[in-house]
Structure formats: C-alpha cells, structure tokens
C-alpha cells in the first residue's frame, strides 16, 4: 500500500491500528481497512505516530484508536478472507462529482448499483494500477451491510463502506444534465450534418 496516501486520510482525524492474528497490521479509517502487513508491530500513539511519520501537531487533531482482531474473518465486522461470499462489481466509466465528493460508481453482476468515495481507494492505488489480478467485489459485513472490497489476486487488500449518493436530488440533477446533454447531442449532431453537406468554396470560385 502507499503509506502516505493513508496518512494524508488519517490526517483528516482518524486513525486505527489493527493487530490481526496471523495476519499482521491493518489500518483503518472511519470508513475504510487496509491491509499493511508490511508494517512493523505497531502499539500505542507514540509507535504509531513514528511509524506513519505523523507531525505532532497533525497528530494533536487526530483521534487514535488500536484493537485486536481474532483473525481475517472478523476484522471490525469484515470477512477479509478468500472464502467470504461476495458479489463481482465492475467500475462504471462515468464517475460522479457530487456535492464536492468524487465518487466511483460500481454495477454488480446482479445490476444493484453502489458508489463509494474515491478518494479511500487511494492507500492501494499502486496496487490498481500496477496489478493484472485487482478485483472489485461487495461483500456483507456482519450486521449485513454491503461493502466494497478491492483484491489482488484472492487476497483482499481493503474494504471500503459505499456512500449514500442516489437520493430525489441527485435523481433529478441526473435527469436534467441527462435532457441537456441529448439537446446538445442533437444541436451537434444537425451542425455536423449540415457541414457535411455544405458545398466548399473553392479558391477560384466566381473568379
């Protein structure tokens, strides 16, 4: 994972160490987990503000948290194994710009529609670009709630909480960019057609 990209997220004031037996350390935010096995034993603030390289005065605004988890199949109510249930998504090509929030739009295979905020991919965005076997999946966290979760390969590297996005108001701020843009689809359409059909002036024309 890109350490930094977590740190700047934790910065916003919150941060979580996980110890997973037989797994290593996780990081969590408010809405999200990662896998970060490759971190040394973290334990209490002070560890963990030296190992994310924190400046004590970003550290001061910070709300710090550190549990332990019996394993992957129960890390703060998420299945992180490779046996979980989980339902493959596929990200839309069409992102949404919602009230200041970026967000990624995912179809799942059975047509449910979910969004999650772009910006909690960031830690495993090396991962994303880099890796041929990354997967995007939703799975149910234990209370049941559906959650989005980004492998590589069969290992899941981090679960990220959907956003709530499609409501009236963004249905119709939906519906009207969707009229404008087949009016304008449609006034480009007749001045490309008229171009084409449009004689050209030759340089010696009425000469």
Same mark, same amino acid.
């Given at each position: +994972?890109?350490?930094?990209?977590?740190?700047?997220?934790?910065?916003?004031?919150?941060?979580?160490?996980?110890?997973?037996?037989?797994?290593?350390?996780?990081?969590?935010?408010?809405?999200?987990?990662?896998?970060?096995?490759?971190?040394?034993?973290?334990?209490?603030?002070?560890?963990?503000?030296?190992?994310? !390289?924190?400046?004590?005065?970003?550290?001061?605004?910070?709300?710090?948290?550190?549990?332990?988890?019996?394993? *992957?199949? !129960?890390?703060?109510?998420?299945?992180?194994?490779?046996?979980?249930?989980?339902?493959?998504?596929?990200?839309?090509?069409?992102?949404?710009?919602?009230?200041?929030?970026?967000?990624?739009?995912? @179809?799942?295979?059975?047509?449910?529609?979910?969004?999650?905020? #772009?910006?909690?991919?960031?830690?495993?965005?090396?991962? +994303?670009?880099?890796?041929?076997?990354?997967?995007?999946?939703?799975?149910? @966290? @234990?209370?049941?709630?559906?959650?989005?979760?980004?492998?590589?390969?069969? *290992?899941?590297?981090?679960?990220?909480?959907?956003?709530?996005?499609?409501? #009236?108001?963004?249905?119709?701020?939906?519906?009207?960019?969707?009229?404008?843009?087949? *009016?304008?689809?449609?006034?480009?359409?007749?001045?490309?057609?008229?171009?084409?059909?449009?004689?050209?002036?030759? !340089?010696?024309?009425?000469?």
């Amino acid at each position: +994972m890109k350490l930094s990209k977590y740190v700047a997220l934790a910065k916003r004031g919150y941060c979580k160490v996980i110890h997973v037996q037989n797994s290593g350390i996780w990081l969590g935010l408010k809405c999200a987990i990662y896998r970060a096995v490759e971190l040394p034993d973290i334990h209490g603030e002070g560890q963990a503000r030296a190992v994310l !390289d924190i400046p004590e005065k970003a550290w001061g605004n910070t709300f710090f948290e550190e549990e332990n988890a019996e394993g *992957e199949h !129960d890390i703060c109510g998420f299945d992180m194994t490779g046996g979980a249930w989980e339902l493959p998504a596929e990200e839309l090509e069409l992102q949404v710009n919602y009230k200041g929030v970026q967000a990624t739009a995912l @179809r799942c295979t059975n047509g449910e529609l979910l969004f999650y905020d #772009s910006r909690m991919a960031a830690p495993v965005s090396d991962v +994303m670009r880099d890796s041929e076997y990354v997967q995007t999946v939703i799975r149910k @966290r @234990r209370s049941g709630q559906r959650v989005v979760v980004i492998k590589d390969g069969f *290992e899941a590297i981090a679960a990220i909480m959907p956003m709530k996005v499609i409501n #009236s108001a963004f249905l119709k701020a939906l519906s009207e960019l969707d009229s404008a843009c087949v *009016e304008q689809y449609e006034r480009e359409s007749k001045v490309g057609l008229a171009t084409q059909e449009e004689p050209a002036i030759s !340089d010696d024309e009425g000469v």
